[in-house]
């Protein structure tokens, strides 16, 4: 049963922060690809 906990937990910690992240790259863009290259 932990096992499974720990999975969805980082799943879901996962999934908000590439929501997160999706959601600033809308914002300042030009930001994010400074911190790509």
Do not use: C, D
Request: hydrophobic share 45%; charged share 15%; aromatic share 2%.
């Amino acid at each position: 049963m932990a096992k499974e906990m720990m999975e969805f937990t980082k799943n879901n910690i996962l999934s908000q922060a590439a929501q997160s992240m999706l959601a600033q790259s809308n914002q300042m863009p030009q930001g994010v690809l400074q911190l790509l290259r």
